[in-house]
């Protein structure tokens, strides 16, 4: 059996696919505490929604607040705030790879990138560069 090549986003795209079940249908839409609540209120009632992660800004990133809930002791992700729009979007980050290790010699960079769908703020970066 073959499988796809890795790529450096992949763990990421993991944490969110996990929760995917929960916001099939609603990536990308633009909501207000109230009605991400409203709209999750059988977890938001049984577990209750709240920041589960905070990654600051880093001058370079605008850093963002996943909101979700913890169900034994596992983060479900729903959705996230940009720390530049100040929008709260269901549904993960855009991710974007990079992988140009080995183009020019041995360096090159990789890792991957996470964008805000709305404003398309850098929110973080996990960059290995090698020189």
């Known amino acids: 059996m073959s499988h796809p090549p890795r790529m450096p986003g992949d763990w990421e ?11 099939s249908g609603l ?7 109230a009605e991400l609540k409203d709209t999750f209120s059988k977890y938001d009632s049984q577990y209750g929604i709240k920041v ?3 990654v600051s ?11 979700g ?17 100040r929008q709260i979007v269901i549904g993960p980050p855009r991710i974007e790879d990079e992988d140009s290790i080995g ?23 996990n960059i290995e560069v090698m020189s």
């Open 13 to 23: 795209r993991a944490l969110w696919d996990s929760s995917s079940d929960f916001f």
């Open 27 to 33: 990536e990308g839409k633009i909501v207000t505490e």
């Open 52 to 54: 589960v992660l905070e």
């Open 57 to 67: 800004d880093t001058g370079w990133c605008k850093g963002y607040k996943i909101l």
């Open 69 to 85: 809930f913890e169900k034994q002791r596992f983060r479900h992700r729903l959705a996230y705030e940009c720390g530049s729009c």
């Open 103 to 125: 183009e020019i010699r041995l360096a090159g960079r990789k890792g991957y990138y996470l964008y805000c769908h709305n404003c398309d703020a850098r929110l973080e970066e």
